[in-house]
């Protein structure tokens, strides 16, 4: 007989760091290890399930799916067994084993440069590697394991220590049994080979998985007598009964009065890889013309990998309570590409292709009823619970906002549940509604200023005349806004207007008077205007009197229309296009003394160093204040000096 080859592996370094991090956390929750086991055993007889539909030989007549826990005081071992799909010794490797998965290393990518705690592990869970969650509460584990259609078995151990062992081993039947050998229950706080321990865990994690979840319980019990009557003086024996501690009713199809929030939360950690509360859960059921119940879940938390390439959207879809598609990204418009949930209808055949769903007119209907049911809800959210809100906005908001820009015909519905910070108050987040609601008769437009925070958009010049008038200011602060406010345009009949583009109109209605003045004025000064925008030529396209300046000598403004600063870097940052440049228009404050000083300088010496050097420092003044790059920063240094030492 051939000798058994056992093989001893390292771990990846991404991984032992993981493991390491495992076996010596003090994590008082330790107990969810058994839910990402329960939940990796009932993923795997899906597999099972489903490829035995079209593969009926694959089954081999083992088609009574389910999941078993063994206890073993006399080993101090825990079981847990599944008749799934199994894996084979590439597949041990692969998913256990010496190949860091993607998840396993992001999670250490955003763990880098801080020191792990507590709060690290409630993020495990989200990166996919529920499965090293055991290695909180065992010395060892073992993992024995035959993938359906195989012959030989495989069985995987290892103590955590960075190395493990795999080898061949026979195993009659199909699927995988994870034993664990576990830690002393002082050590863990938790004692896991009590059976009630147990059945209140299978409970509390894991009651509607749709496998039955059975252990041997062992009940003492009073004999009976001959007639069936209990012998009240006899002593107790010691029975052994298989109980199924799972109810196995799909919680969506639970009636929701029956459901207490906590088990709905369990049911999204469980199933959709995250360790926080959802902010909230939309469980609602439709009859007539499209069948079907959804249960949706709002994340609390972005994704780690929710602006990759890699985040795919959709909802998990399931016909008559079994499992058809993991991600069915049809239901989910873009801009909602956060929410998880899941879809149940009779609509839907098992082996449904995707090219028939993506043109299935009831899947379009669900679709759109459940966009309608999220966007409802968040307004309510609103409504009822502010600070949620709030909450979720911070996470969340740049996708909507995202969704009116990108996609038009969703204006209208994401216009309501818009918040943003304003210059009303501090730590607030406004709605335009109420923005509008505040404003003044004689306001006309909505102001907005684009900046990259507070204290930055707050000392720009072209505020100053809207601080005067106490005009509320919307701050937009996230790359996308100016361009979902651009595509939004006006807001209940009001205009949005930006603080940095054209003619603020802060007087109400111009008269023909004023009118006039501002143009005389303008004529007056031509000359000066005119000489200044020849020393900056080619970097600016106009220079004019500013009526928005109040204490500040100059500042920086873009064309009426057309592209702004912000979106002129967003392009650029996007894609590198140069393209679309925003027009720069310099304007010039004439009631500042600087401004004086510069008509002074040009009537002496037009074409002298000084008046050159004032009309490059005023421009790279407004450059600065406007968070854009100096075209020569050097340069600016010297003239700055130069005028410095000058000035003494
Ligand atoms: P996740 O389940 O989030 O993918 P885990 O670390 O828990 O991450 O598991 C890693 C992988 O190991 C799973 O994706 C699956 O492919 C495999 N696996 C784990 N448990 C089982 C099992 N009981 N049967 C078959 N495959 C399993």
């Not at 399930?49 to 007549?61: A, E, P, S, V």
């Not at 459940?370 to 809100?389: A, Q, T």
């Not at 004025?521 to 000359?527: G, H, I």
């Amino acid at each position: 007989m051939a000798e058994k080859k056992i093989e001893t592996r390292e771990f990846k370094t991404e991984t032992k760091k993981l493991l390491d991090l495992m076996i010596h956390s003090v994590y008082t929750n330790n107990e969810i290890f058994l839910r990402e086991l329960i939940s990796n055993a009932s993923d795997a007889l899906d597999k099972i399930r489903f490829k035995g539909l079209t593969d009926n030989d694959i089954l081999k007549g083992d088609s009574d799916f389910r999941i078993r826990l063994e206890v073993d005081k006399d080993n101090g071992t825990l079981s847990i067994s599944d008749n799934g799909i199994g894996m084979t010794m590439a597949e041990v490797n692969e998913n256990i084993g010496t190949i860091a998965r993607s998840g396993t290393l992001a999670f250490f990518e955003k763990m880098k440069n801080k020191d792990f705690d507590k709060s690290s592990l409630d993020m495990i869970g989200q990166f996919g590697i529920g499965f090293y969650s055991t290695f909180m509460v065992s010395d060892t584990v073992t993992v024995e394991t035959l993938a359906a259609g195989k012959k030989k078995g495989v069985k995987w151990e290892s103590t955590g220590d960075g190395k493990y062992t795999v080898e061949h081993i026979k195993k009659a039947e199909r699927g995988t049994t994870i034993t664990l050998k576990l830690k002393k229950k002082e050590d863990i706080d938790n004692d896991f080979m009590d059976q009630y321990k147990i059945q209140e865990l299978i409970k509390k994690y894991s009651d509607y998985i749709r496998y039955p979840i059975e252990m041997d319980f062992s009940v003492e019990e009073k004999p009976k007598d001959e007639e069936g009557k209990i012998i009240e003086d006899a002593e107790s024996i010691t029975k052994i009964e298989t109980r199924t501690l799972n109810s196995m009713v799909p919680l969506w199809e639970k009636n929701k009065k029956d459901i207490k929030e906590e088990e709905y939360f369990q049911f999204y950690k469980n199933n959709f890889h995250d360790w926080s509360d959802p902010v909230d859960v939309i469980h609602t059921k439709a009859e007539g013309t499209v069948e079907y119940t959804a249960l949706i879940f709002i994340p609390s938390k972005v994704p780690f990998d929710f602006y990759t390439e890699g985040f795919e959207k959709g909802m998990q879809l399931y016909s008559k309570r079994v499992f058809v598609m993991e991600k069915c990204k049809e239901l989910l418009p873009d801009y909602l590409k956060f929410v998880k949930g899941l879809v149940d209808s009779p609509d839907f055949s098992l082996n449904i292709s995707r090219e028939i769903l993506q043109h299935s007119r009831q899947l379009k209907i669900i679709a759109k009823n459940v966009e309608k049911k999220i966007l409802s809800d968040l307004k309510k959210m609103m409504k009822d619970d502010r600070k949620k809100y709030d909450e979720f906005w911070k996470e969340f908001g740049v996708a909507l906002k995202t969704g009116i820009y990108t996609n038009f015909e969703s204006k209208d519905k994401l216009v309501n549940l818009l918040v943003f910070e304003t210059s009303y108050k501090v730590d607030e987040l406004f709605a335009l509604e109420e923005y509008v609601s505040r404003m003044p008769e004689d306001q006309k437009y909505i102001y907005y200023v684009c900046g990259k925070d507070r204290a930055g958009v707050e000392s720009l010049p072209q505020m100053e005349a809207l601080k005067e008038k106490k005009y509320e200011v919307l701050y937009l602060f996230d790359r996308v806004d100016e361009f979902a406010i651009e595509r939004l345009m006006e807001f209940k009949d009001k205009k949005f207007k930006s603080v940095s583009r054209g003619d603020l109109e802060l007087d109400g209605e111009e008269t023909e008077e004023k009118k006039k003045n501002k143009e005389e004025l303008q004529k007056e000064k031509k000359s000066i205007l005119d000489a200044v925008k020849g020393k900056l030529e080619g970097k600016i396209t106009e220079v004019r009197l500013s009526s928005r300046l109040k204490s500040s000598p100059v500042c920086l403004v873009c064309g009426d229309s057309g592209v702004s600063f912000g979106m002129e870097k967003a392009f650029s940052e996007m894609n590198n296009n140069q393209m679309f440049k925003a027009d720069r228009i310099l304007e010039l404050n004439p009631e500042h003394k600087i401004f004086s000083i510069l008509e002074d300088l040009h009537e002496k010496e037009p074409e002298g160093d000084r008046f050159s050097n004032y009309c490059d420092l005023l421009y790279s003044q407004a450059l600065i204040i406007e968070g854009m790059e100096l075209e020569n920063p050097a340069d600016f240094v010297s003239k700055l000096s130069d005028l410095m030492v000058n000035s003494k």
